[in-house]
């Protein structure tokens, strides 16, 4: 009689629910379990970057690059004032002897024979200043050779200039004689003004791109 009790006590036990408690949080495994799944898996076709490297340079070579000063005999700034100021009269001399020319070619019956001595000092002082700027000019432009700064320029300036000066001789060999008429009609009379002209404009040329190319 007390076993059927006992028994039947301990199946009221079992059918009555269990309750379970949740915790709160959820612990974390260690980090000793994370290392047992081994390294993470790799892509198939895994996309590099290109890579890049970038040339510093070296102080000492930076150093080595920079522009040396030249230096320059007194002479040379000398011949450089000499070829600057002698060169302000370029212009007006050119004007003058193109108008006294240009009377003395108009002048078809030869009777301004005064004009002819102006002409002819004039083309003197254009002789005697291409004589001088010629000598400083080329003389500078020896010593400056190893100038990097403005060479181009100095070299076309030099060009021009020593085209003009052998237009000038030109021009003073075929000046027509005390003996031939001057004016319109004289085939020697052409010939110098068209060689007279061209030299001109070459040394005008040059002279007015030392004023505006810097």
């Known amino acids: 009689m007390q076993g059927a009790i006992l028994l039947i006590a301990a199946s009221g036990l079992l059918q009555q629910p269990v309750a379970r408690s949740i915790p709160d949080t959820i612990p974390t495994p260690p980090l000793a379990n994370y290392a047992r799944l081994g390294p993470a898996p790799r892509f198939a076709n895994p996309i590099e970057l290109p890579r890049r490297s970038v040339a510093i340079p070296d102080a000492d070579s930076t150093q080595g690059q920079r522009p040396k000063a030249r230096e320059y005999s007194n002479g040379y700034y ?19 002897e193109y108008f006294v020319g240009q009377k003395l070619f108009n002048d078809t019956l030869n009777t301004r024979r005064g004009l002819k001595g102006v002409h002819s000092v004039l083309a003197l002082g254009i002789g005697g200043l291409f004589a001088v700027n010629t000598v400083t000019g080329v003389w500078n432009l020896w010593e400056g050779r190893r100038e990097p700064a403005g060479r181009a320029r100095r070299y076309v300036h030099a060009l021009l200039m020593l085209v003009s000066d052998a237009g000038f001789l030109a021009t003073a060999a075929s000046a027509p004689g005390d003996d031939r008429r001057s004016g319109t009609g004289s085939d020697d009379a052409s010939h110098h003004r068209t060689l007279a002209i061209a030299s001109f404009s070459a040394a005008t040329v040059g002279y007015v791109m030392m004023l505006i190319w810097k």
């Open 78 to 96: 000398t011949r450089l004032s000499i070829h600057k100021y002698a060169s302000y009269a370029t212009l007006p001399l050119f004007a003058a």
